[in-house]
């Protein structure tokens, strides 16, 4: 995608390159963020979908070119922050939160169709595949699909980070997750998890909450249920390693985005959360997975490639 303005001779060569995570949310992105801020500041911007991973193996480059800004889940932004990936933006010297701006809470919840199952489902159903027979969708990735997994196995919300912090915690993870392993249709993006309840590829689903709102409009009858929902901090990251005027430029577009009328713009196109205020997701603890994503993943890879 890409935002220039009004375009001029050379605009491209001169954009900010900015990675997100595609879907509604880049939609709105654009329209309360990069289309306002590309025609204020005759700045272009190249908007790319990319895989969230800042590694040079990983998503460093978009389109062939390298990005300036990214999105990113805050346990990414802090890892890679205490990695020399990102630019410190403030925050005391060896900090991990001195990197990430943030940028919104995503709450993952369960989606359901409704047309198949009336009432509202919790984890411990979504696991009961006798009595709601169909395929379950869930993130291919050890954040967030680990939690419901011990959800659905009992473990109290308060909890889960205790006993995922133990080594019997994710043997209990992993188990849960086997018993459903034949029912499982893997996602790997906010806009896929809406896309496969959306078309009926999927009975039940987790799924980024603002992501089925704007997808699902509309065109199927998909519930979504709060209740043992998570709630995904997103941040902005800037690269290290840009020239003077491309860094300014990204500071102005983080200045930019923060600013009242901006996110009021934002939050009025792009509904991430539940609308219920006595309802409280479980905030995803991007401390725990800084420390254990790289263990965990191993073990989430391991158990994928299993027979």
């Not at 018993?179 to 996602?187: C, E, G, H, S």
């Not at 998890?193 to 909450?209: D, Y």
Request: charged fraction near 20%; proline fraction near 7%; charge should be positive.
């Amino acid at each position: 995608m890409a935002t220039g303005g009004t375009a001029w001779a050379g605009w491209r060569t001169h954009a900010l390159v900015v990675n997100g995570l595609g879907g509604a949310l880049g939609a709105a992105q654009d329209k309360a963020f990069f289309r306002p801020f590309a025609a204020q500041m005759r700045v272009g911007i190249l908007r790319y979908v990319w895989n969230g991973d800042p590694r040079p193996s990983g998503g460093r480059k978009a389109g062939g070119r390298a990005w300036a800004v990214a999105l990113m889940e805050d346990s990414t932004a802090r890892a890679a922050c205490m990695q020399g990936l990102l630019l410190r933006l403030g925050g005391a010297p060896g900090s991990a939160d001195a990197c990430g701006v943030p940028a919104l809470r995503e709450g993952i919840a369960l989606a359901w169709d409704r047309g198949r199952v009336p009432a509202a489902p919790h984890w411990s159903d979504f696991w009961n595949v006798v009595r709601y027979p169909g395929k379950r969708g869930l993130r291919k990735d050890p954040r967030s699909t680990l939690e419901i997994a011990l959800m659905a196995d009992g473990v109290a919300p308060a909890d889960i980070y205790a006993v995922l912090a133990t080594p019997e915690g994710v043997a209990r993870a992993f188990r849960k997750l086997s018993q459903l392993r034949p029912y499982i249709v893997w996602w790997t993006s906010p806009a896929e998890s809406a896309r496969i309840i959306g078309n009926g590829s999927v009975l039940m689903t987790s799924a980024a909450g603002g992501e089925v709102t704007a997808a699902v409009a509309g065109q199927r009858d998909v519930g979504l249920q709060w209740e043992q929902s998570l709630d995904d901090g997103l941040s902005w990251g800037v690269a290290p390693d840009l020239d003077h005027a491309t860094r300014d430029r990204a500071r102005s577009l983080l200045h930019f985005m923060a600013q009242p009328e901006q996110t009021a713009r934002f939050a009025a196109l792009y509904h991430a959360g539940p609308d219920d205020v006595a309802v409280q997701p479980l905030p995803m603890n991007a401390v725990f997975w800084q420390e254990h994503l790289p263990d965990l993943s191993r073990r989430f890879a391991d158990w994928l490639a299993a027979p």
